[in-house]
């Protein structure tokens, strides 16, 4: 039962996805008729196996060691099907091909969410979504904080003006779960 990963990632401080931002990733798929997916950010599998539970095909990266092992034995007792394939590297530095996707969904480090962006778009299929989790960064007030979370902060900010003036998508912005994007390429 994916319950258990979800008490495992509170008790351990994984940052995995609320259950509202799931509710949204989930509704958003099943309206979008969403049938592959690639995902930025693994941890221990929790939003890979929610989104194979609706029959979708998953790529997802992951760069950390002990996050790996621990999707990989995830993926292991619960992806029946094996609908999901674990891409162990860094999103940034990976350099094989891809197929494209009816979905991006970028949930890794938020310094570098427009990198992300800029790289993966293009592995878009003709009508795709690109989502984007943690914008809102826990809602934290930007003079409260220390140095590098306001880093942070701004960093993400200025993610969002540029997905705002992207002249090639639309995107709207969702003040819900830790705040979200979609993120759909405009028809020219
Ligand atoms: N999507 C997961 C949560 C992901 S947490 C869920 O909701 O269940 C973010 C994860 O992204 C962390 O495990 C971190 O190691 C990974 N990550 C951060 N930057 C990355 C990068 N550049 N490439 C691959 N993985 C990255
Ligand atoms: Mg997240």
Redesign the pocket.
């Given at each position: 039962m994916l319950n258990t990963?979800k008490s495992y990632?509170v008790e351990h401080k994984?940052?995995?996805?609320c259950d509202q931002?799931?509710e949204f990733l989930l509704n958003t798929i099943k309206e979008n008729h969403v049938k592959s997916v690639l995902?930025?950010?693994?941890?221990?599998?929790?939003?890979?196996l929610?989104m194979e539970s609706l029959g979708c095909y998953v790529d997802?990266?992951?760069?950390?060691k002990d996050?790996i092992n621990l999707a990989k034995k995830n993926f292991k007792l619960y992806d029946e099907n094996h609908r999901i394939r674990l891409i162990e590297?860094?999103?940034?530095?990976?350099q094989s091909d891809l197929k494209t996707y009816d979905l991006i969904?970028i949930?890794?480090?938020k310094a570098?969410y427009q990198k992300?962006f800029d790289i993966y778009e293009k592995y878009l299929n003709p009508g795709g979504v690109i989502v984007c989790?943690n914008l809102a960064f826990h809602h934290l007030d930007i003079n409260k904080v220390n140095r590098n979370t306001r880093q942070l902060l701004k960093k993400l900010e200025m993610f969002i003006t540029y997905l705002k003036n992207h002249d090639q998508y639309d995107t709207k912005f969702y003040d819900l779960g830790d705040g979200m994007s979609i993120s759909r390429k405009k028809i020219i």
């Amino acid at each position: 039962m994916l319950n258990t990963l979800k008490s495992y990632a509170v008790e351990h401080k994984v940052p995995i996805i609320c259950d509202q931002g799931l509710e949204f990733l989930l509704n958003t798929i099943k309206e979008n008729h969403v049938k592959s997916v690639l995902e930025i950010g693994t941890a221990i599998g929790y939003s890979a196996l929610q989104m194979e539970s609706l029959g979708c095909y998953v790529d997802t990266f992951e760069r950390n060691k002990d996050m790996i092992n621990l999707a990989k034995k995830n993926f292991k007792l619960y992806d029946e099907n094996h609908r999901i394939r674990l891409i162990e590297s860094d999103a940034l530095t990976y350099q094989s091909d891809l197929k494209t996707y009816d979905l991006i969904f970028i949930d890794a480090a938020k310094a570098q969410y427009q990198k992300f962006f800029d790289i993966y778009e293009k592995y878009l299929n003709p009508g795709g979504v690109i989502v984007c989790d943690n914008l809102a960064f826990h809602h934290l007030d930007i003079n409260k904080v220390n140095r590098n979370t306001r880093q942070l902060l701004k960093k993400l900010e200025m993610f969002i003006t540029y997905l705002k003036n992207h002249d090639q998508y639309d995107t709207k912005f969702y003040d819900l779960g830790d705040g979200m994007s979609i993120s759909r390429k405009k028809i020219i």
